[in-house]
């Protein structure tokens, strides 16, 4: 059995679990080498929060000035972890608005009426068929 790796126990699977609980105990791993508890999950003055989203652990570590949050995450995620993104304008609405602004300055429209598109909805189909537009447009039929 133990040449075709069937001699593993499975945790969890029904029945009886409180035979193999004590090999499937991890709280001694929670023990440093000073003998101090690393983490206490159930402790609520406890200043490190652990969230679990998935593939990936969330540590939320909180002091009295600040917070700093880490994440620990799977392999198949590193080629996300190590890209770069540009980071975004806070100030989008403004760099917007000041454009804006400008092209009104110069003369330059920046949102189009409905009836501006419709004109130049009709100026190029009277460039694309000639008189013939302009004459359905008038109402004159040839």
């Known amino acids: 059995m133990a040449a075709k790796s069937q001699c593993k126990v499975h945790y969890s699977d029904g029945g009886d679990d409180e035979e193999v609980e004590e090999f499937y ?19 609520m003055s406890n200043t490190v929060d652990l969230g679990n989203g998935g593939s ?8 009295d000035d600040r917070t700093s949050t880490k994440m620990l995450g799977s392999w198949e995620y ?18 917007t608005a ?17 009836d501006q598109m419709v004109r130049m909805k009709v100026m190029k189909e009277m460039n694309r068929s000639g008189i013939k537009a302009h004459a359905v447009k008038d109402g004159h039929e040839e």
């Open 25 to 43: 105990d991890y709280s001694s791993s929670y023990i440093d080498a000073d003998g101090k508890q690393l983490v206490a999950y159930n402790d």
């Open 78 to 95: 590193l080629r996300y972890y190590f890209q770069k993104p540009r980071p975004s304008p806070t100030n989008d609405s403004a760099i």
């Open 56 to 63: 990936e652990l969330t540590i939320t570590q909180i002091t």
């Open 98 to 114: 000041a454009l804006d602004s400008r092209y009104q300055s110069m003369g330059l429209a920046t949102v189009q009426s409905k």
